[in-house]
T-cell receptor, first 114, second 112 residues
Framework: DTGVSQNPRHKITKRGQNVTFRCDPI?????LYWYRQTLGQGPEFLTY????????KSRLLSDRFSAERPKGSFSTLEIQRTEQGDSAMYLC????????????FGSGTRLTVV | GESVGLHLPTLSVQEGDNSIINCAYS??????FIWYKQESGKGPQFIID?????DKRQGQRVTVLLNKTVKHLSLQIAATQPGDSAVYFC???????????FGKGITLSVRP
């Protein structure tokens, strides 16, 4: 296992298009988190899963955003009708319940909406 | 809401000198305080953490100090190297809500 993997690394899309990102967590980790990071800022929490259950969503996650983790392994984050304000780095992290916060972050997907 | 913030946006140090990066936090209920390093094009990388019931923890070339009285966290890097150049974030974690809350980044630049 080589850590948390995110694909694609970069995505350029036109405003109004839909995009989907994928995160593959560390295999034994049962928690998976999505964060968004804009330039010069720290990552901001979007949502997290424990196994396949989505336990919390931030107010930052508008109706255009949806995340899934159907089998409790990989997760997808979809943004519909993208806007220029959606341009950011989308980070995924995973952890194992009972080990404290123990986050491991992926390298992120850089989204640019033109 | 609760926040974690850094005092200065940039820090430039001479190679071999010690670096000190400071951070203020507001959430007294945090269980852990963590320092992350982020290089360009990469996700945050864990450096060191400290539980809320401790005031000092040392790692390899790094030390984290926690002052709960003034809600202040610092990261000390000994003998700073060019490879330490990156953006550094402090963050806090509360087990009750299972989330990390990050402050704004500070850029550490190491002069050769």
């Amino acid at each position: 296992d080589t850590g948390v993997s995110q694909n694609p690394r970069h995505k350029i899309t036109k405003r109004g298009q839909n995009v989907t990102f994928r995160c593959d967590p560390i295999s034994e980790h049962n928690r998976l988190y999505w964060y968004r990071q804009t330039l010069g800022q720290g990552p901001e929490f979007l949502t997290y899963f424990q196994n396949e259950a989505q336990l919390e969503k931030s107010r930052l996650l508008s109706d255009r955003f949806s995340a899934e983790r159907p089998k409790g392994s990989f997760s997808t984050l979809e943004i519909q009708r993208t806007e220029q304000g959606d341009s950011a780095m989308y980070l995924c992290a995973s952890s194992l319940v009972g080990t404290g916060y123990g986050y491991t972050f992926g390298s992120g997907t850089r989204l640019t909406v033109v | 809401g609760e926040s974690v913030g850094l005092h200065l946006p940039t820090l430039s140090v001479q190679e071999g000198d010690n670096s000190i990066i400071n951070c203020a936090y507001s959430n007294s209920a945090s269980d852990y305080f963590i320092w992350y390093k982020q290089e360009s094009g990469k996700g945050p990388q864990f450096i060191i953490d400290i539980r809320s019931n401790m005031d000092k923890r040392q790692g390899q070339r790094v030390t984290v100090l926690l002052n709960k009285t003034v809600k202040h966290l610092s990261l000390q890097i000994a003998a700073t190297q060019p490879g330490d150049s990156a953006v550094y974030f402090c963050a806090d974690y509360t087990g009750a809500n299972s989330k990390l809350t990050f402050g704004k980044g500070i850029t550490l630049s190491v002069r050769p």
